[in-house]
């Protein structure tokens, strides 16, 4: 915590966040289209990782990578904020200070357990961090080493991100082999993931085009 200080930054976007307007036409036409090709390249380069993920998780490698993909663009675009004072300063302000205090706490135990140095966590002003945007204790929850290297790194490790992604979506009930589909079982599994019905509707609209994707 040395030299952690107030991010006004932070309070600012917090306090500015908008209600999500944009209709699902909107937002997967805006989303999907210009990541589809990228995403089904994806698939095909980590194919047999994906392979194993759904064998273990039963989550397919389509719903893995619609998520990466629109999370962080596969991994491009993990955010700058540095972690720690995000979560401290929200945590310092008084709107959501529980909330902040438990996520700083296990930001803290992802360093005291050897996953991250502090200085490598980066990401999201609100303390999301990897390439699927894990608040801390989802890592804590449903990070794994799938490459067995001794270090869960949702940062840098394509595996690691991927097989944590399916953990969490098995760990909140995926039906292994069901479809998707708005009203279905799974698609409650991915609110949980965003409780946004648009941003949850885009998620599977993108894996359901890579699944159909030559």
Known sequence: MNGVALDKSVLTRDQSQKVFSQSFEEFSGRMVPPRLARGSNMLKQYGSVLGRIEQTYGVPGEMLVAIWGLETDFGVNTGKFATIRSLATLAFDCRRSEM?????????????????APQEMRGAWAGEIGQTQFMPSSWIKFAVDFDGNGRRDLIKNAPDVLASTANFLASHGWQRGKDWEPGSANFAVIQQWNKSEVYAKTIGYFASQLARAP
Request: glycine fraction near 6%.
């Open 100 to 116: 902040f205090k438990a996520e700083l706490i296990d930001a803290l135990r992802i360093v005291e357990r050897g996953d991250l």
